[in-house]
């Protein structure tokens, strides 16, 4: 048993140490740190932080919807290729691009591409878009409604949309084509067609007797105006005398003391018709082949009471005598004239190639040639339906005004070029482009 001593001793034993622990900082000498309840905090902040960050990066990597995308967009899941245009929050499957911008407000057009699992439970609509319409559409930058020209090479014709245009031919120079055994004149923007049986007269009168013919297709022969026939001319209502002047009708009048090449025809009804020097030249291969085409003098004051009427002959009818073309090649039609007013015509240059082999062809006849990516935008006459041309010379009528069809598309009424409505046979059609049509299911629309 302790004794009190050992008592005392124990208990002073246990306060020294305690006092000790108190006063003599943490083991090795060094003193207690003061907690820092901060620590955890911050912890939790930049835990957060990473989470977030991680967040983002994901959804870098897979978006979802954006926000507004319920309307007028054009929904692209880039991993199947899936096409949708979201309308009330619905998506509606769109066959091609083209049905989608015809039934969005010009302006708001926007593509979204997303993941096809992030379109995962929106309510999905009816197939719609306009069957057989263009998927990619050329931009305004590559739009050509001006560098047309048509070729007739053999069997076919080869137009060309953005090529180097040709020149115009120059005044007074012409052409001979037969189109299915009949034959033409072709000169500036007009053919004449030449009457069977007076074929050699005729071409010998224009000064195109040496021109070998070319033969030509009815779609090419048709870019031109149809003139009047290049024939022999006689005078209506007969060669009987005219009162007041003593000379039968058809005489050829010269005025005395005027330009030698100023002539005139008298016809029944007593007045004076122009007669230009191929007009001549082909009433001596008619009625005035009797000797009525021979010019007789009379002074002016003779023919002072005769009125002057239309010119004899056609009034399209060229002047004089035509120069032919290159002896070598087949003829081209080339446009002419501003933007906004072109006109065919017969081109300088001819063509010496060889015509394409594209199947396309073996069936339409026409080989239709487009740089890539090229295209047009144009109206067939200034009063026509406005026509769009893709980048494989596929065309397609938009009905309706500039302001509505053309902005939808991403166009400007100035980028619209006005051609000759004959162009526009030579391309394989299309169907019309209408937002009545790309609202339609193509199912319903067949």
Not at 172 to 175: E, L, N, S, V, Y
């Given at each position: 048993?302790?004794?009190?001593?050992?008592?005392?001793?124990?208990?002073?034993?246990?306060r020294?140490r305690?006092l000790s622990?108190?006063?003599?900082?943490a083991?090795g000498?060094?003193?207690?740190?003061?907690?820092?309840?901060?620590?955890?905090?911050?912890g939790?902040?930049?835990l957060?932080a990473m989470?977030?960050?991680?967040?983002?990066?994901?959804?870098?990597?897979?978006?979802?919807?954006?926000?507004?995308?319920?309307?007028?967009?054009?929904?692209?899941?880039?991993?199947?290729?899936?096409?949708?245009?979201?309308?009330?929050?619905?998506?509606?499957?769109?066959?091609?691009t083209?049905?989608?911008?015809?039934?969005?407000?010009?302006?708001?057009?926007k593509?979204?591409s997303?993941?096809?699992s992030?379109?995962?439970?929106?309510?999905?609509g009816?197939t719609?878009?306009i069957?057989?319409?263009?998927?990619?559409?050329?931009?305004?930058?590559?739009?050509d409604?001006?560098h047309?020209?048509?070729c007739?090479?053999?069997?076919?014709?080869e137009?060309?949309?953005?090529?180097?245009?040709?020149?115009?031919?120059?005044d007074?120079?012409?052409?001979v084509?037969?189109?299915?055994?009949?034959?033409?004149?072709?000169?500036?923007?007009?053919?004449?067609?030449?009457?069977?049986?007076?074929?050699?007269?005729?071409?010998?009168?224009?000064?195109?007797?040496?021109?070998?013919?070319?033969?030509?297709?009815?779609?090419?022969?048709?870019?031109?105006?149809t003139?009047?026939?290049?024939?022999?001319?006689?005078?209506t209502?007969?060669?009987g005398e005219?009162?007041?002047?003593?000379?039968?009708?058809g005489?050829?009048?010269?005025?005395?003391?005027?330009?030698?090449?100023?002539?005139?025809?008298?016809t029944?009804s007593?007045e004076?018709?122009?007669?230009?020097?191929?007009a001549?030249?082909?009433?001596?291969?008619?009625?005035?082949?009797?000797?009525l085409?021979?010019?007789?003098?009379?002074?002016?004051?003779?023919?002072?009471?005769?009125?002057?009427?239309?010119?004899?002959?056609?009034?399209?009818?060229?002047t004089?005598?035509?120069?032919?073309l290159?002896?070598?090649?087949?003829?081209?039609?080339?446009?002419?004239?501003?933007?906004?007013?072109?006109?065919?015509?017969?081109?300088?240059?001819?063509?010496?190639?060889?015509?394409?082999v594209?199947?396309?062809?073996?069936?339409?006849?026409?080989?239709?040639?487009?740089?890539?990516?090229v295209?047009?935008?144009?109206r067939?006459?200034?009063?026509g339906?406005l026509?769009?041309?893709?980048?494989?010379?596929?065309?397609?009528a938009?009905?309706?005004?500039?302001?509505t069809?053309?902005?939808?598309?991403?166009?400007?009424?100035?980028?619209?070029?006005?051609v000759?409505?004959?162009?526009?046979?030579?391309?394989?059609?299309?169907?019309?482009l209408?937002?009545?049509?790309?609202g339609?299911?193509?199912?319903?629309?067949k």
């Open positions: 048993m302790a004794s009190k001593k050992d008592l005392i001793e124990a208990q002073s034993f246990s020294n305690l622990a108190f006063t003599g900082g083991p000498g060094k003193e207690l740190e003061p907690a820092k309840p901060m620590r955890a905090v911050f939790g902040v930049a957060t989470v977030i960050l991680a967040g983002v990066f994901v959804g870098l990597l897979k978006p979802g919807l954006p926000g507004g995308w319920e309307n007028n967009r054009l929904i692209v899941a880039r991993d199947t290729g899936a096409r949708y245009l979201s309308v009330n929050a619905e998506l509606h499957p769109v066959i091609n083209v049905s989608a911008r015809m039934l969005i407000p010009a302006g708001e057009f593509v979204v997303v993941d096809q992030s379109l995962s439970g929106i309510p999905i009816g719609i878009g069957l057989g319409g263009p998927d990619t559409l050329p931009k305004a930058a590559d739009l409604g001006t047309w020209q048509a007739a090479a053999p069997e076919t014709t137009f060309w949309i953005g090529e180097q245009r040709r020149t115009a031919a120059p007074g120079a012409g052409t084509v037969v189109r299915d055994g009949e034959t033409f004149v072709v000169s500036d923007g007009t053919s004449f067609a030449v009457p069977e049986g007076s074929e050699t007269a005729v071409l010998r009168a224009v000064g195109l007797d040496t021109v070998q013919p070319h033969e030509v297709r009815g779609d090419w022969l048709a870019l031109f105006a003139g009047t026939d290049l024939a022999p001319l006689t005078i209502g007969g060669t005219v009162a007041g002047v003593d000379l039968p009708a005489t050829v009048i010269h005025p005395t003391g005027s330009p030698e090449l100023e002539r005139y025809l008298l029944a007593g004076l018709a122009p007669l230009d020097p191929l001549h030249r082909l009433y001596m291969l008619g009625d005035g082949a009797d000797g085409g021979v010019p007789v003098e009379l002074t002016p004051s003779e023919i002072a009471d005769l009125p002057t009427t239309e010119p004899a002959g056609g009034t399209d009818w060229p004089d005598t035509l120069s032919p290159a002896a070598t090649g087949s003829p081209c039609a080339t446009l002419a004239g501003s933007k906004k007013d072109q006109r065919t015509v017969l081109a300088a240059q001819t063509f010496t190639g060889q015509a394409s594209d199947p396309a062809a073996a069936e339409t006849g026409v080989n239709v040639h487009l740089p890539d990516n295209g047009a935008l144009v067939g006459g200034p009063k339906t026509t769009l041309i893709d980048s494989t010379g596929t065309s397609y938009i009905p309706g005004a500039v302001g069809g053309v902005k939808r598309l991403g166009y400007t009424g100035g980028d619209v070029a006005v000759p409505a004959r162009w526009l046979h030579l391309l394989p059609a299309g169907p019309e209408t937002p009545e049509a790309a339609t299911s193509p199912t319903a629309a």
